[in-house]
Structure formats: structure tokens, C-alpha cells
């Protein structure tokens, strides 16, 4: 079993762990923080790939993921924040 | 794949499954995101500093400084401002949590309630329970 073989498995196995949270998280933020987690777990899974397959090409994808998962989770809790103010 | 690079990828593995494993684990909104925002920068930048390790070329070095830096910048910033925006939601807190500095403040300004509040805050320490008041 080689290295790379090994992260997927870890990543695939973060990723289930992150998606138990997404599924059960009793409140929108937890939900929230799962689903930002979820996002660097797919940053590092093309990380991992780009160092199986010796490509540099697949970078560019993952720090435009980052900086997705970004701007969605600062959405997220401006919209979050704006629904508390109203009630 | 040089054995500097498999140990940095494994390192950096390790500690997104710890970040994971810490948003499944932990009793809170707010520890759990302690948690994972610490371990999944760490993580990520062990990942990013393995591969420019295993292909030591200026464009990937430079990428993977790119994405470090980021990570280091992004993830302090999206904590806080869910962090603000759960607590204004009414997110209750930990039962055994002991300080909670925004209990008796206003919660958009951020400052002391004036005499009620400071009079409160005394007695804030012993009772314990700290749910955020609505």
C-alpha cells in the first residue's frame, strides 16, 4: 500500500467524519462549520492527487476551492447573522 | 516520492482527521470550531509543504506558499465571524462553559449594560449557567 493510497483513505475517512456533522448538526452553524470543513478536505484530496499524478495544474483548482469556501462561509454567517437581527 | 514529502502528507492527514474527528466529538458549537479551524490550517499547510517538497519547481512552491498563507489568513477570519454570527443567533453554550465575556453585554455594540449589568457580572462566576439571554 503505497503513501498515496494511505491519504485518500485518511481523507475519505475525514470527509465521512465530517459529513456524520453535516447530517445530525442540530443548529445552521454547525451545518456550516461541517460544510467549510467538507471544503478543505476536498482542498487537500486535490493536494494529495496532484502529488500522485506529479500534475502542478491541479493547484489552481485548489485554491480557487479555498477561496470558494471561503467567501461561502463568510456568507453564510453574514445571512445567519442578519435572520438573528430580525426576530 | 522522497520520505521528507510521504511524512508531511501523512502528518498533514493525520490532522484533518483530527479536525474532523473534533467537529464529531466535541460538546459545542464553539469548541468544535476551536478545533477544527486549528487543526485543518495545520493540516492543510503540512499537505501544501509536502508537495512543494516532492516537486521542488518555482510555480509549485510558490502555490503551495500561496496556499499556507491563505489558510493562515482565512481560517482565524471565517471562525470569528461565524462564531459572532452563531452567538447572535442564540447558539446556547456548553453547560460546563465558566467564562462567557458577552453574557452581559449589548450584542451588537459589545459594551457593558451599565449598573444592572456590572452588578450581574459579580455574581456571574457562581451560578454557572451561561446560555446566552435573549
Known sequence: ?87 | MSVASALLLIMGCTFLILAALGIVRMPDLYIRMSAASKALTLGVGLLALGLAIHMPDAGVITRAILLIVLFLLKAPVAAHALGRAAYLDGVPLWEATIVDEMRDRDLRTGKANGEVALAAEGQAGEDGSCTPER
Open chain 1, 1 to 87: 500500500m503505497t503513501v498515496i493510497e494511505i491519504c485518500f483513505g485518511m481523507l475519505c475517512l475525514a470527509m465521512f467524519l465530517a459529513f456524520i456533522r453535516l447530517a445530525i448538526g442540530p443548529s445552521t452553524p454547525d451545518r456550516v462549520v461541517a460544510l467549510d470543513l467538507l471544503a478543505v478536505i476536498a482542498v487537500g484530496m486535490i493536494i494529495v492527487y496532484s502529488v500522485a499524478t506529479s500534475l502542478a495544474v491541479f493547484l489552481d483548482a485548489a485554491i480557487v476551492l479555498a477561496l470558494v469556501g471561503f467567501a461561502g462561509t463568510v456568507a453564510f454567517s453574514r445571512y445567519i447573522e442578519r435572520r438573528s437581527g430580525s426576530r
